[in-house]
């Protein structure tokens, strides 16, 4: 069956640049969320959209904006990249938010990003 | 503060034992999730529990919860060495749907 896809895989910038993080949900699943986790740390909610529209938002730096787009793949924009900002960054996706409060997330595999 | 805390923060058993790990939370949820990550690697879902579920089975798991002391166990019959990784606990809350994660046990299997 198909996974959540997070690409690129690994990526490695220099402080101050840029990067952007893909996330392809599920087929079908309409609400994506961004986890940051930090070394040796319990993964952080950043923020989620549902049918393009953001619906939550967690510890995201003003450094950050993130966006789904209408086949519901998101991105993840960073911008003057700190070293704090190494870490590994999680995409999950979800089917809904309403009706079924049960919904399980689904992880991609990450992305590890390496600021030097 | 973390919505969910595990105990123990690390726990090292023989292969073939079981390993019990647990989980606590402070405000009502719809559900509880368990997650592996292997090191350096992603996280991969293990089980969900609802709130309305008391015991759940998946192959060598078997998750319970309860909701009056707000916890939950992991349990793992059999350990065996690929089992090594860090567990975490997540609550999905009534009102929003992201998950709130504790800080993991960290699980080793000695051959």
């Known amino acids: 069956a198909a996974g959540v896809i997070q690409s690129p895989r690994h990526l490695i910038k220099e402080k101050r640049e840029t990067a952007t993080l893909k996330c392809y949900p599920i087929p079908r699943h309409d609400t994506v969320y961004w986890y940051q986790q930090g070394p040796g740390q319990d993964p952080q909610f950043l923020i989620s959209f549902y049918e393009k529209m953001q619906s939550d938002k967690g510890s995201i730096p003003d450094r950050f904006s993130a966006q789904q787009f209408s086949d519901y793949h998101s991105e993840l924009n960073m911008s003057s990249l700190e070293l704090g900002d190494s870490a590994l960054y999680f995409c999950a996706s979800t089917l809904g938010l309403a009706v079924d409060s049960y919904n399980e997330q689904f992880f991609g595999p990450g992305t590890r990003l390496t600021v030097l | 503060s973390q919505q969910g805390e595990e105990d123990p923060q690390a726990l090292s058993i023989q292969e073939g034992e079981n390993a019990t790990m647990n989980c606590s939370y402070k405000?009502?949820?719809?559900?509880l999730q368990w997650y592996r990550q292997n090191s350096g690697r992603g996280l991969v879902h293990l089980i969900l529990i609802r709130s309305n579920e008391r015991e759940k089975h998946s192959g060598r798991l078997r998750v319970t919860l309860d909701t009056s002391k707000k916890s939950s166990s992991l349990l793992i019959t059999a350990s065996r060495a690929a089992d090594t990784a860090s567990y975490f606990c997540?609550?999905?809350?009534?009102?929003?749907?992201?998950?709130?994660w504790g800080a993991g046990t960290k699980l080793i299997i000695k051959p």
């Open positions: 997540a609550t999905a809350m009534d009102s929003n749907y992201q998950l709130i």
């Open positions: 405000t009502s949820i719809n559900n």
